[in-house]
C-alpha cells in the first residue's frame, strides 16, 4: 500500500498526500487561509462555515484548472454554475476515485446541536478503506476496520464520553484531533490526558493531536 501523508491545516481541514496527488477536506473558515490551493480534490462533509468557505473553494479551483470538489447538494450549489462538470454532488452509499484515492461516502446528517435547531446533511469520507473523516457526526463507516480515525474533540454537539465512545465504536489504530480551533492549550492537556493510555481507555487506539501545519506519514 502507497503511504499517504496527512497535514493539519487547522481545525477540521486536512490535507492528504499520495503518489505526488493531493486531496484536501474541509477547508473551512477555521483552516488556514491557503489549505485547499493546490488541490487536486476537495471534499467537503456539511455547509457550516468552519467547513465549508466559499471564496476560498472558488480561489482553490481558480488556481488548479484540473481540481474538482466533491460535496452535498448544500454546498455545491453555490459554487456548480461557476464551474461547470468540476463540482460533484453526492450522497451517502456514493463511491468515487478522486486525486487516486478510492472514497466511500457515510453518513446523512449533521449530529444534533439543540432539538430546537434543526439538523442538516453531514457526511463522512473513507479514503482508501483506511482513513475516515466523520465531519459533524459521529457516524461509524460499518463493515470497515478503519486504520486513522479523524476525531472531532469539540463542538456545540458533543461531550467527552461521547467522543470516547466514538472511537470506541470505530476501533480504529489511531485517532487524529480534528475540530479544535476553540479549545485552549490547557484543554489539548486535558483531552490527551483523558484519551490516551492513561485515561478510561479506547479500545487501544493511539491518540495523536497534531497542530496546524504538522504532519503525519501514515
Known amino acids: 500500500m502507497i503511504s499517504m501523508k496527512l497535514t493539519k491545516k487547522g481545525h477540521s481541514c486536512v490535507r492528504i498526500e499520495k503518489d505526488e496527488?493531493?486531496?484536501v477536506i474541509d477547508p473551512g473558515t477555521f483552516s488556514e487561509e491557503d489549505a485547499a490551493v493546490g488541490a487536486d480534490a476537495i471534499l467537503?462533509?456539511?455547509?457550516?462555515?468552519?467547513?465549508f468557505n466559499e471564496e476560498r473553494l472558488r480561489t482553490a479551483l481558480d488556481d488548479n484548472p484540473d481540481a474538482q470538489i466533491w460535496t452535498l447538494h448544500s454546498v455545491a450549489h453555490h459554487i456548480s454554475a461557476a464551474f461547470?462538470?468540476?463540482?460533484?454532488?453526492?450522497?451517502?452509499?456514493?463511491?468515487?476515485?478522486a486525486a487516486g484515492f478510492d472514497i466511500e461516502v457515510h453518513g446523512q446528517l449533521h449530529a444534533i446541536i439543540h432539538p430546537d435547531i434543526p439538523r442538516i446533511t453531514n457526511v463522512g469520507y473513507l479514503l482508501d478503506g483506511t482513513l475516515f473523516h466523520p465531519g459533524d457526526a459521529l457516524t461509524v463507516p460499518a463493515g470497515h476496520?478503519?486504520?486513522?480515525?479523524?476525531l472531532p474533540v469539540?463542538?456545540?454537539?458533543?461531550?467527552?464520553?461521547?467522543?470516547l465512545d466514538y472511537v470506541r465504536a470505530v476501533d480504529p489504530r489511531r485517532a487524529i484531533d480534528i475540530h479544535d480551533a476553540l479549545l485552549s492549550d490547557l484543554a489539548h492537556t486535558v483531552y490527551g490526558r483523558?484519551?490516551?493510555?492513561?485515561?478510561?481507555?479506547?479500545?487501544?487506539?493511539?491518540?495523536?493531536?497534531?497542530?496546524s501545519g504538522q504532519s503525519l506519514t501514515l
Do not use: C, Y
Open 21 to 23: 496527488q493531493t486531496l
Open 44 to 51: 467537503v462533509t456539511h455547509e457550516h462555515f468552519d467547513h
Open 84 to 97: 461547470p462538470g468540476r463540482v460533484h454532488t453526492i450522497g451517502e452509499g456514493d463511491t468515487f476515485s
Open 145 to 150: 476496520r478503519v486504520d486513522t480515525l479523524m
Open 154 to 163: 469539540h463542538a456545540p454537539w458533543n461531550k467527552f464520553a461521547e467522543i
Open 194 to 211: 483523558m484519551l490516551g493510555p492513561d485515561g478510561p481507555g479506547t479500545g487501544g487506539a493511539e491518540h495523536l493531536r497534531l497542530t
